[in-house]
C-alpha cells in the first residue's frame, strides 16, 4: 500500500511539476531614439515526468506591453502575451525558445509581475494547467 501511495505521489509531482521558466540573455543598457529596446529572452518548458504530455501551449504574460522582433526584423503588434506551442514534449525533456522582444525602456522596466501559464495533456489525456511562479496559497 505504502508503494501504491508513492506513486500516486510521484505522478501528481511529475503534472505539477510541468514548469516554464524564463530569462534574460540579452539585456539592454539605455533605449533606442524612440524610448524602446530590444531584449532576448530564453523560454524553457520542462516535463519532469517520465511520460510524455501534448497540446504543450505556453503563454508568457508581461506587466506591460511588448513586441516580438522576428529575424527578419518584422514586427507583431504590442500585447502582453507571449504565445509559444509544442505538440508534445517526451517524458524527462525540454524544449527551449529564443525571442528577441522590444520592450519600453524606462530605466529598466520592472518585470518581475511577469508570469507563465502551461497547459497540456497528460498521458490520461487529462487537461492540465501550471503557472509559474505559483500563486501564494
Not at 508570469?115 to 503557472?131: G, L, Q, S, W
Request: proline letters at 8%; glycine letters at 6%; charged letters at 35%.
Amino acid at each position: 500500500m505504502l508503494g501504491n501511495q508513492r506513486a500516486r505521489e510521484d505522478r501528481r509531482l511529475s503534472i505539477d511539476g510541468v514548469g516554464v521558466s524564463w530569462r534574460s540573455i540579452e539585456t539592454p543598457v539605455e533605449a533606442g531614439s524612440d524610448g524602446y529596446a530590444e531584449w532576448v529572452y530564453e523560454i524553457t518548458v520542462d516535463n519532469p515526468g517520465p511520460f510524455p504530455i501534448d497540446h504543450v501551449e505556453i503563454c508568457l504574460v508581461f506587466p506591460c506591453q511588448v513586441q516580438r522582433v522576428h529575424y527578419n526584423r518584422d514586427r507583431d503588434d504590442p500585447t502582453d502575451r507571449l504565445p509559444l506551442g509544442a505538440p508534445v514534449l517526451r517524458g524527462r525533456s525540454q524544449r527551449q525558445w529564443r525571442r528577441r522582444l522590444r520592450i519600453k525602456f524606462d530605466g529598466r522596466p520592472s518585470l518581475q509581475e511577469t508570469y507563465a501559464v502551461v497547459t497540456f495533456r497528460d498521458i490520461e489525456r487529462k487537461p492540465r494547467e501550471n503557472r509559474w511562479p505559483r500563486e501564494e496559497r
